[in-house]
């Protein structure tokens, strides 16, 4: 069993960054991959980025790439998500989540996860 606590959320302009961390408890947190999602308002969630159990591996949306960062501490137990150069339509609420399987890096299907943090709003303005 996983549980996850994101936090680092706020409201940034655009052109900003922040940082946000996902806090995990439990034992078996390196067991995982794990990936950030993101859901706008009266939209799907989607896929933003995930990494492999060592953080090797990193795989991110095409929306994100080269502004986006994806780590992790495993000996923390925490996954961050590293977030420049941000834009209006990054707007969302975020959530982190543990994959079932650990190899990864191409796990962006949402039933690949298992456990999911409640999520932190993000909110970029013009």
């Known amino acids: 069993q996983v549980q996850l606590v994101e936090s680092g959320g706020g409201l940034v302009q655009a052109g900003g960054s922040l940082r946000l961390s996902c806090a995990a408890s439990?034992?078996?947190?390196?067991?995982?991959?794990m990936g950030w999602f993101r859901q706008a308002p009266g939209k799907e969630r989607e896929f933003v980025a995930v990494?492999?159990?060592?953080?090797?591996?990193?795989y991110y949306a095409d929306s994100v790439k080269g502004r986006f960062t994806i780590s992790r501490d495993n000996a923390k137990n925490t996954v961050y998500l590293q977030m420049n150069s941000l834009k209006p339509e990054d707007t969302a609420v975020y959530y982190c989540?543990?994959?079932?399987?650990?190899?990864?890096?191409?796990?962006?299907?949402?039933?690949?996860?298992?456990?999911w943090g409640q999520g932190t709003q993000v909110t970029v303005s013009s």
């Open positions: 439990g034992r078996t947190f390196s067991n995982h991959a």
């Open positions: 990494l492999n159990w060592n953080g090797g591996r990193t």
């Open positions: 989540a543990a994959a079932r399987g650990y190899r990864g890096p191409y796990y962006y299907r949402n039933n690949e996860y298992d456990y």
